[in-house]
């Protein structure tokens, strides 16, 4: 499908030293490839490549080591500026934008941030700065849309000869970290532990640095939404039908949507909502798709969303082939009207994402595509974009910069070591693998082809009294410096929740949804 608007800006890769990646590792859902804005003329760009690798003592026993390549691309020339190699120890994700041109950087345990135009001057834009470490096996990294949170889920690391380490019951450990950008210096970034919580499995925890959303099982394909603020207070939202579990995803501080089932089990209705309890549009696709993953660009009131156009139907927690997926979608939406404002088709897909990127600014869009790069010009936003813009940022909750503590959310007492995931009783969350996080080949082996562990499309969590737990968190490292190469009635709290409406057009029913682009 070709985008609508202008034509996009290409920078044919091939020239500076861009490798593809084969499709194989991309349907099993390895990261290998990614794009993001820098500032508005340069790009950041990273792709694996052939390298022979020697084996180094401290490496793990389970470690899949490759090379990645970095470009630091001057988009106004379509010229090189910078260029560096990591050594990276697994497949997962590895490299997030903090904004104002900083970017964090996962090599194993080992997260580290650097900022590529302050450093350019000195000659070394890839100068590193390690945040933090830890010696257990990194499972799921997830960044906030507002990038002011970071949740680390981790595992105890296999031994050689020993087996699993025991980790009890719940042996995914969830640590939450903020992140705060130093004083009158836009590229020194502080990283504070602020809460730690355990799992029976990796989550696609749908929260930001304010509190998280839940999606609470009413029976009869009924969903009640919460938002649940980690100061303690509980935002009552409006019900929500769906034959599925919905998953959910914040993109903006007082706005998230919903993948849900409008009948059967694939999700095939997106809908968006905001805190006030209200339902802002709904959108149906026609296609069996897995794997969504979503860019956030919420100070423009936009989002992207990836998904696999699958021709096998939709089954997120299955393993890929190249020949199961027909294309990879990407939609560019304006968050309160629903409204389409680019969609591509590529092939070959990247089932992790990352091969896509939406400016801070929201009005550029990246993605590489037939071994180039290619800046899309996203429409300019209207007065009517700028006062929902605004309005969502002022119904956002109060700024929290306390714990991030699910126990407080839960009522129950706030956790002083780490304790079972605590969310309201019913709450459904998305594993890993079902979400934005694919699952990927077990470690050690080859990728190419290999199939995915199986995963639970969805996790039943409840509250849990037992609080042992052994496992430290992820230690914060003192800054090292590497080179790298609506709520209910108050008077009537008893109440029934109302059903939702389109606050912009209430008296509706049914719904209009935003007719999919053609495909």
Same mark, same amino acid.
């Given at each position: 499908?070709?985008?609508?608007?202008?034509?996009?800006?290409?920078?044919?890769?091939?020239?500076?030293?861009?490798?593809?990646?084969?499709?194989?590792?991309?349907?099993?859902?390895?990261?290998?490839?990614?794009?993001?804005?820098?500032?508005?003329?340069?790009?950041?760009?990273?792709?694996?490549?052939?390298?022979?690798?020697?084996?180094?003592?401290?490496?793990?026993?389970?470690?899949?080591?490759?090379?990645?390549?970095?470009?630091?691309?001057?988009?106004?020339?379509?010229?090189?500026?910078?260029?560096?190699?990591?050594?990276?120890?697994?497949?997962?994700?590895?490299?997030?934008?903090? %904004?104002?041109?900083?970017?964090?950087?996962?090599?194993?345990?080992?997260?580290?941030?650097?900022?590529?135009?302050?450093?350019?001057?000195?000659?070394?834009?890839?100068?590193?700065?390690?945040?933090?470490?830890?010696?257990?096996?990194?499972?799921?990294?997830?960044?906030?849309?507002?990038?002011?949170?970071?949740?680390?889920?981790?595992? +105890?690391?296999?031994?050689?000869?020993?087996?699993?380490?025991?980790?009890?019951?719940?042996?995914?450990?969830?640590?939450?970290?903020?992140?705060?950008?130093?004083?009158?210096?836009?590229?020194?970034?502080?990283?504070?532990?602020?809460?730690?919580?355990?799992?029976? $499995?990796?989550?696609?925890?749908?929260?930001?640095?304010?509190?998280?959303?839940?999606?609470?099982?009413? %029976?009869?394909?009924?969903?009640?939404?919460?938002?649940?603020?980690?100061?303690?207070?509980?935002?009552?939202?409006?019900?929500?039908?769906?034959?599925?579990?919905?998953?959910?995803?914040?993109?903006?501080?007082?706005?998230?949507?919903?993948?849900?089932?409008?009948?059967? $089990?694939?999700?095939?209705?997106?809908?968006?909502?905001?805190?006030?309890?209200?339902?802002?549009?709904?959108?149906?696709?026609?296609?069996?798709?897995?794997?969504?993953?979503?860019?956030?660009?919420?100070?423009?009131?936009?989002?992207?969303?990836?998904?696999?156009?699958?021709?096998?139907?939709?089954?997120?927690?299955?393993?890929?082939?190249?020949?199961?997926?027909?294309?990879?979608?990407?939609?560019?939406?304006?968050?309160?009207?629903?409204?389409?404002?680019? $969609?591509?088709?590529?092939?070959?897909?990247?089932?992790?994402?990352?091969?896509?990127?939406?400016?801070?600014? =929201?009005?550029?869009?990246?993605?590489?595509?037939?071994?180039?790069?290619?800046?899309?010009?996203?429409?300019?936003?209207?007065?009517?974009?700028? +006062?929902?813009?605004?309005?969502?940022?002022?119904?956002?909750?109060? +700024?929290?910069?306390?714990?991030?503590?699910?126990?407080?959310?839960? =009522?129950?007492?706030?956790?002083?070591?780490?304790?079972?995931?605590?969310?309201?009783? =019913?709450?459904?969350?998305? +594993?890993? =693998?079902?979400?934005?996080?694919?699952?990927?080949?077990?470690?050690?082996?080859?990728?190419?082809?290999?199939?995915?562990?199986?995963?639970?499309?969805?996790?039943?969590?409840?509250?849990?009294?037992?609080?042992?737990?052994?496992?430290?968190?992820?230690?914060?490292?003192?800054?090292?410096?590497?080179?790298?190469?609506?709520?209910?009635?108050?008077?009537?709290?008893?109440?029934?929740?109302?059903?939702?409406?389109?606050?912009?057009?209430?008296?509706?029913?049914?719904?209009?949804?935003?007719?999919?682009?053609?495909?």
């Amino acid at each position: 499908m070709l985008a609508k608007g202008p034509e996009p800006r290409r920078i044919p890769l091939t020239p500076l030293g861009f490798e593809p990646v084969n499709s194989k590792f991309l349907a099993a859902g390895s990261s290998l490839l990614t794009v993001h804005f820098v500032d508005d003329t340069h790009a950041l760009v990273t792709f694996a490549v052939h390298r022979l690798l020697k084996r180094l003592p401290e490496c793990a026993p389970d470690d899949d080591d490759h090379t990645i390549e970095a470009l630091l691309v001057d988009t106004s020339h379509g010229s090189v500026v910078a260029r560096t190699e990591w050594r990276l120890h697994d497949h997962r994700q590895y490299l997030w934008s903090l %904004g104002q041109g900083v970017f964090l950087l996962r090599a194993g345990g080992v997260i580290s941030t650097f900022a590529p135009m302050v450093n350019l001057e000195r000659n070394q834009p890839f100068l590193a700065h390690t945040v933090m470490e830890t010696d257990r096996k990194v499972e799921v990294v997830l960044l906030s849309h507002d990038r002011r949170l970071l949740t680390l889920e981790t595992s +105890a690391r296999r031994r050689s000869g020993a087996g699993e380490i025991p980790d009890g019951d719940h042996p995914v450990q969830i640590d939450f970290y903020r992140i705060q950008f130093a004083e009158g210096s836009g590229a020194v970034v502080k990283v504070v532990h602020s809460g730690v919580a355990r799992a029976r $499995t990796g989550v696609m925890l749908p929260n930001d640095s304010n509190g998280f959303v839940s999606a609470l099982d009413q %029976g009869r394909g009924q969903w009640a939404f919460d938002f649940n603020e980690y100061s303690g207070k509980k935002h009552e939202l409006a019900l929500f039908d769906s034959s599925c579990p919905p998953h959910t995803s914040l993109v903006s501080p007082s706005e998230f949507v919903a993948l849900a089932c409008p009948g059967g $089990t694939e999700r095939k209705l997106l809908a968006a909502f905001n805190l006030s309890g209200e339902e802002m549009w709904q959108q149906q696709f026609y296609r069996g798709y897995d794997f969504p993953v979503f860019a956030f660009a919420p100070a423009a009131g936009r989002f992207a969303l990836s998904r696999m156009i699958t021709n096998s139907g939709s089954g997120a927690g299955a393993s890929l082939v190249p020949e199961q997926i027909d294309s990879q979608s990407i939609t560019v939406y304006q968050t309160d009207s629903g409204k389409q404002l680019l $969609t591509l088709d590529l092939t070959p897909a990247a089932r992790a994402g990352g091969n896509f990127a939406i400016s801070d600014d =929201g009005l550029s869009f990246a993605v590489v595509r037939n071994d180039s790069l290619e800046i899309h010009a996203l429409p300019e936003l209207s007065s009517k974009d700028r +006062a929902a813009v605004k309005r969502a940022f002022a119904t956002a909750p109060q +700024a929290w910069e306390g714990p991030v503590d699910f126990a407080v959310t839960a =009522g129950a007492t706030p956790m002083q070591q780490p304790a079972p995931l605590n969310v309201p009783a =019913g709450t459904t969350l998305p +594993a890993a =693998g079902g979400m934005q996080a694919a699952q990927l080949p077990a470690t050690g082996s080859s990728g190419a082809g290999s199939s995915p562990a199986n995963a639970a499309d969805s996790v039943a969590l409840a509250p849990a009294a037992d609080t042992s737990g052994t496992a430290r968190p992820a230690a914060v490292a003192p800054p090292k410096t590497t080179t790298a190469s609506g709520d209910p009635d108050p008077d009537h709290p008893e109440a029934p929740r109302a059903r939702p409406t389109l606050y912009t057009m209430p008296t509706d029913s049914p719904h209009p949804a935003p007719p999919e682009a053609p495909q």
